[in-house]
């Protein structure tokens, strides 16, 4: 294969072999593509077995990680609404992955923690997307792996700044 021809086969879709010239550069459209992929393994390994969606999971993983976490900062995180989240901390809590507590130094403040349910469950989500996501990336070496989701970790910090 030439130059020329391997430059021409990189800008090509990856499923269908529709040239994207134009769409290569643009990062929102490689993020795209790319969310084709990570879409399918969230759905097989969290949403169809789990019946939860992305906002759900990752209010879990997020609980687990801030221990007593308020509503407010999941709301903020997540760059919803607080009545939002409440419909999704409801929703958790009636499946007994959460549990909310009213501060005691402020009782307009929830604090949300896990349930050894939703311990479980976050513990079982994360390790079956950490080994799909690994399977996925066989492509890259796992420096690349590693620099892969630092800058998208750093474009995401740039959301703040926006």
């Given at each position: ?130 080994a799909a996501e690994h399977e996925a990336m066989a ?24």
């Open positions: 294969m030439t130059r020329k021809t391997a430059a021409v086969a990189a800008e090509r879709t990856p499923v269908g072999r529709l040239a994207e010239p134009g769409l290569h550069d643009i990062m929102g459209y490689q993020l795209a593509q790319a969310s084709v992929v990570t879409n399918a393994i969230f759905r097989r390994c969290v949403a169809e077995p789990e019946g939860m969606g992305k906002v759900e999971f990752t209010i879990l993983a997020l609980v687990q990680a801030n221990p007593e976490v308020s509503a407010r900062q999941l709301a903020q995180a997540l760059a919803v609404t607080p009545p939002n989240i409440a419909m999704w901390l409801d929703k958790l809590e009636q499946r007994g992955w959460v549990a909310r507590t009213r501060s005691t130094r402020d009782a307009r403040v929830q604090h949300v923690s896990l349930t050894a349910e939703g311990t479980a469950t976050v513990n079982r989500c994360v390790q079956a997307l950490h492509t890259l070496s796992t420096a690349e792996q590693a620099m892969l989701v630092e800058l998208l970790h750093k474009l995401a910090c740039a959301r703040s700044r926006s």
